[in-house]
Structures are given as C-alpha cells and as structure tokens.
C-alpha cells in the first residue's frame, strides 16, 4: 500500500516556493514603480554597483556594499508596508503616527549606515 504524503494548500513544494518568488518580484516591482523613493533606491543601487565593478572591489568590500544596500532595500520594504498598513486600516490600540515616525527613523538610520559604509569602501 503506497504511503500518500499531505498536500500544502499551495500545492508542491515547487509550486509554493514559485508562488512565493512571484509574490517577492511583484513587491520589488510595487516599490519601484511607486514613488520617486523606489526608484532613486534602485537607480542609487545600480550606481554604486557599477562603480564598484568600475574600482575593483575585493571581497571584504563587497560584502560590505552589499550588507549596506540590503540594509536600505529591507528599511525601504518595511516602511513601505507600514504605508500601506496605516493608509488601509483604523488601528484601535496603537498610534499610526508613531507606527510611521519609527519607519521613517528607520529609513533614516539604514540610510546613515549605508552612506558611512559605501564613504568606507570608495574613499581613497
């Protein structure tokens, strides 16, 4: 008698993780078509990156670069959710303005960490 295996409510295996990468560029592509923040992000992004090909970075660099531009990715995600959270529901028991401050001091420390660390690796 053959054993049968439980199924997801996604399907496989395979089929969950695709839905779930889909899920991921779907949202890569909503912050980077929505506001000027997406956008400068990313074309920020592709700049340092060029130029780090263009320096020739090595491998502690690198690494740093891109801790730093994951750091910033991550922080612009998260605020972007909190946007959509406040702008979409009536929070009964928190405060949305302080739920949007801790973002954007979020974003603004991400974004001072990320600066000093890409200073670090350029500076000749």
């Known amino acids: 008698m053959a054993k049968q295996t439980k199924r997801s409510k ?5 089929q969950g993780v695709q839905m779930s990468v889909n899920s991921g560029l779907n949202g890569i592509s909503l912050l980077l078509m929505q506001g000027l923040a997406g956008k400068l992000l990313g074309l920020l992004s592709l ?3 060029g130029l780090a090909v263009l320096v020739g970075l090595d ?11 994951g ?7 998260v605020n972007g ?4 959270l406040l702008g979409s529901a009536e929070l009964a028991f928190t405060r949305p303005k302080d739920i949007a401050d801790y973002s954007a001091a979020m974003l603004l420390i991400s974004r001072f960490v990320a600066a000093l660390l890409i200073a ?3 500076w000749p």
């Open 10 to 14: 996604y399907g496989s295996f395979g």
């Open 47 to 49: 700049a340092a990156l």
């Open 59 to 69: 491998g502690v660099e690198w690494a740093l670069l891109v801790i730093a531009l």
């Open 71 to 77: 750091l910033c990715w991550l922080a612009q995600l």
């Open 81 to 84: 959710v909190a946007e959509v």
């Open 120 to 122: 670090i690796i350029f």
